[in-house]
């Protein structure tokens, strides 16, 4: 074998090579790989799962959550996971499924919307800042997603959702914590709306659903977003996303059964139970397993306090940003997630250079996006802004 990181292996060795040689291997390979430890990802909704998650994990890959009658008791796991995400947003009564991510859990939403609504040519209202799962359900759905645009405070604008109802909308999507700046649509708003025209609302939380409950008891403003308010109909929530979950671990949540049943379709090979409400047939029974385990290791406090340490270093990062001149924030952060703008130089250069030095952050359209996740450190953050400092000065002469 070779230790040559460029060298592609395209074909199965005829006779099988020793693990250890293999793990070598890999470790070279897998070398350029970006890691979480390093605190260089400052762009991703993802994070180092938790140690025990990972060895719950482990110990449970063989569960099939495709075929519950052979593994019942990890599906009434799952049911129990799923009751306990709704009583963190406020309905311990909610029916669904722990899934692949919030595309999957989008998806769903969208699928249960369109077939509870039976309506030819269906039409979904969304904002124009929402997750890019939207237009994959809309294509996969035949569904014409209708974008509106936000007000001054990047969220959804109510009237401009209110005005594109027509007799052909199948469901409202309100973001808890946009993909771009974790901003907070209006839903209590939305709600409204939704009842009134009698309309399926969909909250994505995917990002928002693990920060969004603590908010209150840290001192925080709390937002109104999740089954309290009555014209939601189903919440993404992901718990690889803040839930420090393995991925693959998305979360889909209905009011109550008689909307999943929607989507509800009989598997006639299965040995006992024949129904399945998820886009994928064979599933991870292990994931659900060690969100269960998860969520009943850390409780409220354990999650509460990640969220809080991640707030902390959040506005730490805000007051630095302000500090350095000709940098700015794009709006003031709801959750772990901050937008950065600068007037005096091309912010894709900006970009360019951090990645250079090892950075990773995003650029969307005119602004960079970092996100404070639970890997990020103190240390890695000062670290980061004596790099952009520097960046700053070097683009400027
Ligand atoms: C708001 C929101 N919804 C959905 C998703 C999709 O989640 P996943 O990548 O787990 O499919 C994301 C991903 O970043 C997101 O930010």
Redo the contacts with the bound molecule.
């Keep these: 074998m070779s230790s040559d990181t460029t060298h592609r292996t395209n074909r199965m060795p005829e006779k099988g090579l020793p693990q250890n040689m293999i793990i070598q291997e890999l470790e070279v390979k897998l070398q350029r790989d970006f890691t979480y430890s390093s605190g260089k990802i400052l762009c991703s ?1 993802c994070t180092n799962p938790h140690s025990f998650a990972k060895q719950i994990y482990r110990r449970y890959l063989e569960k099939n959550l495709g075929d519950p009658s052979l593994f019942s008791a990890s599906a009434e796991l799952e049911q129990e996971t799923i009751s306990m995400l709704g009583s963190l947003l406020s309905n311990p009564k909610a029916s669904g499924s722990i899934v692949s ?3 999957e859990a ?1 998806i769903i939403a969208l699928w249960a919307a369109r077939n509870l609504a039976k309506k030819e040519r269906g039409e979904v209202i969304v904002p124009v800042s929402a ?1 890019y ?1 939207f237009d994959k359900a809309s294509d996969l759905l035949n569904l014409k997603l209708i974008k509106v645009k936000l007000n001054r405070r990047f969220q959804m604008d109510v009237k401009a959702a209110e005005k594109a109802i027509t007799s052909r909308t199948v469901a409202i999507v309100g ?1 808890a ?3 771009g700046l974790g901003v907070v649509d209006p839903i209590r708003e939305l709600s409204e709306i939704a009842l009134a025209y009698n309309i399926y609302l969909h909250v ?1 939380a ?2 928002g659903g693990f920060v969004l409950p603590f908010l209150k008891e840290l001192g925080y403003k709390p937002l109104d977003f999740d089954f309290s308010l009555p014209g939601v109909c189903s919440i ?1 929530i ?1 718990p ?1 996303k803040m839930g420090l979950a393995p991925i693959p671990a ?1 979360g889909i949540l209905f009011r109550d059964a008689s909307m999943s049943e929607a989507i509800r379709m009989e598997v006639p090979y299965l040995s006992g139970e024949m129904n399945q409400s998820t886009l994928l047939g064979t599933r991870s029974g292990a994931s659900a397993v060690a969100v269960w385990a998860l969520l009943m290791h850390l409780g409220r406090a354990g999650y509460a306090a990640v969220v809080e340490r991640c707030l902390r270093l959040t506005w730490r990062l805000v007051e630095e940003i302000q500090r350095i001149d000709g940098l700015g924030i794009v709006t003031e952060p709801t959750l772990n997630v901050v937008g950065v703008k600068t007037d005096t130089v091309d912010v894709s250069l900006v970009f360019q250079e951090l990645r250079k030095r090892g950075w990773a952050v995003s650029l969307f359209h005119d602004y960079l996006r970092i996100i404070i996740m639970p890997h990020t450190k103190p240390s890695h953050i000062k670290s980061f802004l004596e790099d952009l400092q520097k960046i700053l000065e070097n683009l400027k002469t």
């Design positions: 909704m991510g919030g595309t989008n997750h799962s973001l914590g946009s993909t994505d995917a990002f993404t992901d690889h998305g």
